[in-house]
T-cell receptor, first 108, second 112 residues
Framework: RKEVEQDPGPFNVPEGATVAFNCTYS??????FFWYRQDCRKEPKLLMS???SGNEDGRFTAQLNRASQYISLLIRDSKLSDSATYLC?????????FGAGTRLTVKP | SQTIHQWPATLVQPVGSPLSLECTVE??????LYWYRQAAGRGLQLLFY??????ISSEVPQNLSASRPQDRQFILSSKKLLLSDSGFYLC???????????FGDGTRLSIL
């Protein structure tokens, strides 16, 4: 079993749609959680940290459920520029584990 | 502010040739440093990480090696490249504890 598992995707949605990505992790001792965005042929970039109480940054909302070892990312009012691969990342001390990513394509 | 520099951006090497990729971080001290490889259409594979000068942990057996000669310098090397070494190589740094990682621009390596 992989340490971090994500929806395989791809997700193809129209502009303005709401889309949700899910991620599960296997190590219950994991301490911090993140979502990264990776554009084609580019490096991953931090999108947002994920806090236990849930957090929002504009159109993006992240949730964490430690009991179920589950993380989610919700994107509202999708833009063409949101098209990318979204990576779920789980950290324990200095050990960062990445999911394989979920590909999102937003279409006009 | 902190910055991370990785070079070269692209590299084409023949099979059996040596490799040296360099990564440096500015604006912080004692960062944790990481080397990843990403094959086309695949996820990130952690190759090496370092929590201090001279301290290298290897995640997978391979013909690559890493060194950290200075606090903010991380080098990925190979004595003889294989075709399977092709990929997108990414260096990353993070502060200790629960901080996120930050990536360099990456090196796209093609082996001929």
């Amino acid at each position: 079993r992989k340490e971090v598992e994500q929806d395989p995707g791809p997700f193809n949605v129209p502009e303005g749609a709401t889309v949700a990505f899910n991620c599960t992790y296997s190590n219950s001792a994991s301490q911090s959680f993140f979502w990264y965005r990776q554009d084609c042929r580019k490096e991953p970039k931090l999108l947002m940290s994920v806090y236990s109480s849930g957090n929002e940054d504009g159109r993006f909302t992240a949730q964490l459920n430690r009991a179920s070892q589950y993380i989610s990312l919700l994107i509202r009012d999708s833009k063409l520029s949101d098209s990318a691969t979204y990576l779920c990342v789980v950290n324990r001390w200095n050990d960062m584990r990445f999911g394989a990513g979920t590909r999102l394509t937003v279409k006009p | 502010s902190q910055t991370i520099h990785q070079w070269p951006a692209t590299l084409v090497q023949p099979v059996g040739s040596p490799l040296s990729l360099e990564c440096t971080v500015e604006g912080t001290s004692n960062p944790n440093l990481y080397w990843y490889r990403q094959a086309a259409g695949r996820g990130l594979q952690l190759l090496f990480y370092s929590v201090g000068i001279g301290q290298i942990s290897s995640e997978v057996p391979q013909n690559l090696s890493a060194s950290r000669p200075q606090d903010r310098q991380f080098i990925l090397s190979s004595k003889k490249l294989l075709l399977s070494d092709s990929g997108f190589y990414l260096c990353a740094w993070k502060a200790g504890g629960n901080q996120p990682q930050h990536f360099g621009d990456g090196t796209r390596l093609s082996i001929l």
